[in-house]
């Protein structure tokens, strides 16, 4: 019953579903627990906090999991990539940014280059560089990321980079997403938001409250949430974050908020204080199918054999002779 | 061999594909040859020209085609309605707007109503309204539309409209995309693009040639070009076109280009001269999958074979023991 393709192989894992590593949220125990499941996972080393990834990849015990990291911060402290190659991971992921400094310490330690694009130029580009695993993520995708949707990205970066496997991301919630990803031509699926909202994800249960109460048609991609924590990312990335009132406020006036440190001191106030009508939380389109805060094994669990129930029923469920 | 799901079985048509009611393009030919294939072939009748949708209708022959509004411009002309209606057409599309005032003559008509959306909470009251059929368009559309991507609304518009089919529209191209929708839980796609490029599609061949030569990457949603036609929409809808030299020019200053009548006109012309570096070529993201300008009939075709084969060869192809 096990759904098997080249990126379970190449990862040497059960199930092809990875997870996103998101920013703190993806810890060490978050990233075990998704790899105990059969799942693969990811701890997010971000924006690159020494002492951090230093404890989280302790935390991980001895599981199988990657790391990965924002590429354009990375470049700034690149010996961070030294501290989680001497873990031996099985992979490394960079998104946002030029992977061609670290292509080769990354092969030479034996793990696995996963680069995640954005268009299907930058496939085409991670692929030159030596990339194992290319995740296509679209805009629907909580955090940062483009503008590019899932459904159409997909297929063409499959197209685009030949032999190497693509993974989905964006917009990947449930079984349904994965079996759709694999009929589009992926190898997997990446998700985020859905792993936020499990027990074991680092963040305070109520943002994930707010993740599993939310509508997805009241997210929003923008750059205001990194103007207020001074957090300034290159083009084309903006970020998609659950509406709040902050993003009602500021929306269309992110000029003006760049003037104004009582905002930016008070967002930080916010995000010490978890007032998520002001800090944000980094979720994406796919909040309409999170409805519930189980353990992320569970969620690898259900989104395996919902897809795999999918596909086994496939040729019953809409043929005729 | 055929995929048969409750969009077949409500339009009473071999293979669930619906072509986009695109304005001008979607002619009588074009729709005709569509539903001679197999699948469901819908007239465009976009902003409202009697004299050319009173043509239309007569050209599709006895063709079981239906017909697809501008709802906000329907508003302004409701006697088209009665117009496409006197053909009694199987279904009527309604798409951007308010459907309140048609959904009676439509169903008296004993045509179905097909109401086309971009968010969840649109799909919940258009089917509150009556809707029969709702087609959830993602943002990688052409044309108008607003943007949510595909792969996250279709689900999450399949799980809150209950038991009425659901229409994959925005970043639709090949039997990939047909599968994929159907594992999202869709009953069927609607393609525009594609059908753009075909010999029938009512557009010059420099156009389509435009769609085949263009890349994914390079399309723009924007109100540039609505601004340049004088075509005003309401908020919150924008319209993806093929990047070209006129939207690199004014991008991001849409403000400035509203009081640029010089330019207004100089957009007319290029207009009527078929300069695509200056009039737009209204197409969606999945551009990068369309390659050739086959027959519509064989566009249909092709789609529901692909997609065919994806969905027997998934059991095959995904599992092990």
Known sequence: MKIKTRLTELLGIEHPIMLAPMDIVADGRLAATVSAAGGFGLIGGGYGDRTWLTRELAAAG???????FITWSLAKQPDLLDLALERGPPAVMLSFGDVAPFAIPIKQAGALMVCQIQSVAQAVEAVEQGADIIVAQGGEAGGHGVSRGTFALVPAVCDAVGSVP??????????????????????????????????????????????????????IRSILF??????????????????????????????????RPDEVR???????????????????????????????????????????VLLDGATNRYKTG
């Open 62 to 68: 001895d599981a199988r999991v990657g790391v990965g």
């Open 166 to 219: 693509v993974v989905a991301a964006g917009g990947v919630a449930d079984g349904r997403s994965l079996a759709a990803a694999l009929m589009l031509g992926a190898d997997g699926v990446l998700a985020g938001t859905r792993f936020y909202a499990t027990h074991e994800a680092a963040a305070v249960i109520s943002a994930k409250e707010r993740i599993v109460a939310a509508k997805g048609d009241d997210t």
């Open 226 to 259: 990194d103007i207020a924590r001074k957090n300034v990312w290159p083009a084309p990335y903006t970020g998609r974050v659950l509406m709040n009132a902050f993003a009602e406020r500021w929306r269309e006036r992110e000029a003006e908020l760049m003037q």
């Open 266 to 308: 008070r967002y930080e106030e916010a995000r010490a204080a978890d007032d998520f009508e002001t800090a944000a939380v980094i979720a994406g389109e796919a909040v309409d199918m999170v409805c519930d805060i189980p353990s992320a094994g569970e969620v690898v669990e259900r989104m395996a054999r919902q897809a795999s």
